[in-house]
């Protein structure tokens, strides 16, 4: 079964504060993703990358940014945590070629104080 | 662009009731369809998709006809239960980088 484990279930920081949200998937996935669950709002695509070190933008980078070193870790960084970036953080990967599901981890909900 | 409306929940059933969640869909060519869900507390996982019209998927109960000419992909189950309590997304994908457009979601609740 592909598992997708990401570094936190939970996570408090304060405002101004670098935060480092990791993922990590074990079956060899060409692409990853990064998205936000907020009430109402669903799931908006932050970031994703289809290759080690490639990114692209998703619907909503403002505020992030991310690193991909290596295939099966793909990081998201809030470079100065805001209130507003408080949410549930979710990642994902899918293979690269044709209709694949995406599988996600089970979520970080980070909360900025 | 591409987008996604799921009727807004919460839907609250009874057990063994009969569920309905409607999706519809707007996209340029032809896209392919899903059904995540969410348990409480954990990730999304694929509970059905359909890649053309005309198309049913199902799986554990749950079923959706991919229809082109209504542009819909509404999930049913015949009969629910407790353990189907969850957060259910439609959505989306047009064949761009493996990107899904998601639909806002629906809570199911069930109860006894």
């Known amino acids: 079964d592909v598992k997708v484990t990401q570094s936190s279930r939970y996570l408090v920081k304060r405002t101004g504060e670098k935060v480092f949200l990791e993922c990590v998937q074990d079956m060899d996935h060409e692409n990853m993703f990064w998205y936000r669950q907020d009430p109402g709002l669903g799931l908006r695509l932050i970031y994703f990358s289809y290759d080690v070190k490639m990114k692209e933008k998703g619907d909503i980078p403002e505020g992030y940014s991310v690193s991909r070193e290596k295939k099966e870790r793909f990081s998201l960084i809030l470079e100065s945590a805001s209130t507003n970036q408080t949410s549930m953080y979710l990642c994902?990967?899918?293979?690269?070629?044709?209709?694949?599901?995406?599988?996600f981890g089970p979520g970080t909900r980070l909360t900025v104080t | 662009g591409n987008s996604v409306t799921q009727m807004e929940g919460p839907v609250t059933l009874s057990e063994e009731a009969f569920l309905t969640i409607n999706c519809t869909y707007t996209a340029t060519g032809y896209p392919s369809l899903f059904w995540y869900v969410q348990y409480p507390g954990e990730g999304l996982q694929l509970l059905l998709k359909?890649?053309?019209?005309?198309d049913k998927g199902s799986n554990k109960g749950f079923e959706a006809t991919y229809r082109k000419e209504t542009t819909s992909f509404h999930l049913e189950k015949g009969s629910v239960q407790v353990s189907d309590s969850a957060v259910y997304f439609c959505?989306?994908?047009?064949?761009?980088?493996?990107?899904?457009?998601f639909g806002t979601g629906t809570r199911l609740q069930v109860t006894l």
């Open positions: 994902a990967s899918s293979l690269s070629s044709g209709v694949h599901e995406q599988y």
């Open positions: 359909a890649t053309k019209a005309d």
């Open positions: 959505a989306l994908y047009t064949g761009t980088a493996s990107k899904l457009t």
